[in-house]
């Protein structure tokens, strides 16, 4: 059973930046593709960026260019650099792992931009 912690999330001003962590609870070795996902107040929880076990990653039109994902197999992390954050991406954050064919998730740490 793998087990995700978020952490990082926070508040802060519109055009800061935050990193959240997502911490894994086993060897990332065996864990396919991880992913950040996030949900606003009242929206589905939608993709942000993802990673493959080589570090491919996929950023989605919304965030790229502001956003970077990485994954650390060392120390079992998963990163999420946001720069350049906007009121719009408040909302609440997810970490997800696929091993073994099933989906893992986080609780989530919430992130809020204020202008």
């Known amino acids: 059973q793998v087990q995700l912690v978020e952490s990082g999330g926070g508040s802060v001003q519109a055009g800061g930046s935050l990193r959240l962590s997502c911490a894994v609870s086993?060897?990332?070795?065996?864990?396919?593709?991880m992913a950040w996902y996030r949900q606003a107040p009242g929206m589905q929880r939608q993709l942000v960026a993802s990673i493959t076990r080589s570090s491919r990653t996929n950023i989605v039109d919304y965030v790229r260019g502001r956003f970077t994902v990485s994954r650390d197999t060392g120390k079992n992390t998963m990163d999420l650099h946001m720069n350049s954050l906007r009121v719009d991406d408040s909302g609440i954050y997810y970490c997800k792992a696929i091993s073994g064919k099933k989906d893992y998730w986080g609780q989530g740490t919430q992130v809020t931009v204020s202008s």
């Open positions: 086993e060897s990332m070795i065996e864990i396919g593709i």
